[in-house]
């Protein structure tokens, strides 16, 4: 008799629907939450979770913020508080750790879209077209 093991809690390539991240992408200003690097400056952008899903972030809205490729493999496993002192570190006197934080907090609150997103996704066809500037 065989049994079925438990699920196992694993990020992949399939982990967030295409709508749902471009709405993400488009509830932070298709740019960094971090380092504001937007796609007109040619930023390939990703999810960050907050709190990490390794231990125990979900993949709800309001723990996910658009982070360059950069800004998410620099992370590690900083606390966001540290990273943003990090980023606004080496970013000059262009932003504040403060300015940071109160960016990815009033983001993070604000409702997802999905609609405008499979509405983007449908007039530029296709979900990589859409995240073009």
């Not at 390539?13 to 932070?28: F, G, H, Q, T, V």
């Not at 998410?72 to 508080?81: A, H, L």
């Not at 990090?86 to 983001?107: C, D, R, W």
Request: net charge positive; charged share 25%; hydrophobic share 35%.
């Amino acid at each position: 008799m065989s049994k079925t093991a438990p699920a196992k809690r694993t990020q992949g390539m399939n982990w967030i629907r295409k709508e749902k991240r471009l709405a993400i992408y488009l509830r932070d200003g298709l740019a960094c939450g971090y380092c504001g690097q937007s796609i007109e400056d040619g930023a390939k952008l990703t999810l960050d979770h907050l709190k990490p899903y390794s231990k125990g972030g979900s993949n709800d809205t309001t723990n996910l913020v658009t982070c360059c490729a950069i800004c998410n493999s620099k992370r590690g496993n900083r606390t966001v508080k540290a990273f943003a002192a990090g980023v606004a570190h080496y970013t000059g006197k262009t932003t504040t750790t403060e300015t940071i934080l109160e960016f990815i907090k009033t983001t993070t609150r604000r409702k997802i879209d999905l609609n405008a997103a499979l509405e983007l996704i449908a007039r530029r066809g296709g979900f990589v077209a859409a995240c073009k500037a």
